[in-house]
Every structure is written in C-alpha cells, then in structure tokens.
C-alpha cells in the first residue's frame, strides 16, 4: 500500500465514517478500484476506526468526562443503596441509554458477522445499501421538529436505534445514517440527536475493532507499512473531525437531501457496473 492510497482510504473513512453515506461501503469499493487484498490491510482497517474515534473523542470531550465522572457516582450510588436515579440525573440516563442501544448492535453483529462477510465479496450489496440510505436519510429528513431531549428519551427508543445500528453492518447501509434516521423516527431533538449518534459510535466502532482485531493480528503486519499506515490514521481523524462539525450543521439546517442524492447516483451507477463486471 502506497501513501497515496492510505491518504484516500484515511479520508474516506473519516468522512464516510461520520456523514451519512457508509464508510465501510466506499473502503471496500476503493480496495476493489485500487486492487488491494483485504487480508493485507485488516490491521490497517482497525487501525483507521482508532482514528477515527479520536475526532468523536475531541468534538465532543466534555460530554464523555462528564460520562465517565458519572459512571462513578452511579458505581458510587449503587453500593450506598441509592440506586440508579436515572430520571433525576440527565447525564447518568444518556449513559444508560447508550449503553441500551449498544446491547442490539452487539448481538446483531455477532450472531450475524459471517453473512455481513459474505455480503462484501460482491460489489451488487453495497450498491442496493447505498440506495437504501438515501431513502432512510430522505424519510428522516421529513420528520418535524421535536423539544424531545434525554429527559424524554425511553429505552423503546434506544433499543429500536441499537437495532438499526445493527442492521447498518450491511455493506452500504451508513451506521450515521440509519442512527440518525432511527433517532428522527423516535421524534427526538436534532441537535441531541446527531449528539446521540455520535456518541453512541463509540461502543460500535470500538466494538468492530476488537470483532476484526483477532483476524488483523494474525494476518500480520508489515513493517515496511508503518508510515502509510500512521499517515493514514491521521487522516482519517482530521476528516472524521470535519465530518462531524459538517454533520451537526447539516442536521441542524435541514441538509440531508444532498445526501440523498449523492448515494443514490453513486449506489446506482454500482448497481449499473456490478452486471457488467
């Protein structure tokens, strides 16, 4: 792998990773343009998803300490016998409500990690996947406004988003897109939606990986590779950073139609090329 390559496949997943047009969709794409192995750039693959955890991480830093600070008082609250109390404590709820909406998705792609698989050795999937997310992104884009924040927020909710979460392990299908697409649905705020999104990516895309950590390992890793591989993380946490600031504004305004258009061409113009290939 050159460092143009890492260069591009950095960007793309930092950019595809946050806005809602499907990382995993546009990687295996550009390995299939640029002809590289797979098995020759797991370890490279994880290593993008820890880039791009680091632009989650410095958006939104305030509210994950303020988490984590929770978390011990709630450890705390727990072995004094004051229980939970999550209806009195916003930021303990929007804990539990992520870690809620991580239990779907965790099972989903365990129990159904081998037909995911099988769905990338065919560009077609990711081509159907990419014109899926438009009409999700469309249909979530036509949904009104809402004052519905944490305080509102019931574990229905972030149980049917952890389910969607799950079904995005499709190739094509954006996990930003169709989160964010559950979390319109359930009539939630869109600005602590889009925050909702994002946060909740963090046990996702850590959670993928540690699943594709054990194969990246033993397929081994090139020294010689370190420097694209470097360039490359940093690239996709400069873009993720991007992608991110991009889609709160775009949430915000109203914008997601341009989404829509754009995977819906690119999805087309796959499903066109995957007969003729």
């Known amino acids: 792998m050159t460092y143009f390559e890492a260069v591009i496949l950095g960007l793309v997943q930092g950019l595809a990773e946050f806005l809602p047009i499907s ?17 020759k750039v797991l370890l490279f693959a994880v290593l993008l998803h820890v880039g791009t955890l680091v632009s989650v991480f410095i958006v939104y830093w305030k509210d994950i300490w303020e988490l984590i ?30 870690i809620v909406a991580t239990i779907p ?96 990516s963090i046990p996702s895309i850590l959670g993928s990986a540690v699943l594709e950590a054990p194969a990246a390992l033993e397929a081994g890793f090139d020294m010689a590779q370190l420097g694209p591989v470097l360039v490359g993380m940093i690239v996709a946490a400069v873009s993720g950073l991007v992608a991110i600031k991009t889609m709160i504004k775009v949430v915000s305004n109203k914008k997601l139609n341009y989404f829509s258009y754009y995977v819906w061409l690119l999805g087309a113009a796959v499903v066109i090329y995957s007969f003729f290939a």
């Open 105 to 200: 998705t965790g099972i989903i792609g365990i129990l159904f990690n081998d037909l995911f698989d099988s769905l990338y050795t065919s560009v077609l999937p990711i081509g159907i996947g990419l014109i899926i997310t438009g009409f999700l992104l469309t249909f979530a884009e036509k949904m009104g406004s809402s004052k519905r924040g944490i305080k509102q927020m019931n574990y229905r909710n972030a149980i049917f988003i952890g389910i969607v979460q799950g079904i995005a392990i499709c190739p094509g299908i954006s996990r930003s897109g169709s989160t964010l697409f559950g979390s319109l649905v359930c009539n939630l705020n869109r600005e602590f939606a889009v925050k909702y999104v994002f946060l909740i």
């Open 69 to 98: 600070v929770e978390l011990c008082l709630t450890i705390k609250d727990i072995f004094t016998g004051k229980g939970l109390r999550i209806e009195e404590r916003p930021v303990r709820k929007l804990g539990v409500m992520i």
């Open 23 to 39: 990382s995993s969709g546009h990687l295996a794409l550009l390995q299939q343009w640029f002809g590289i192995e797979e098995d």
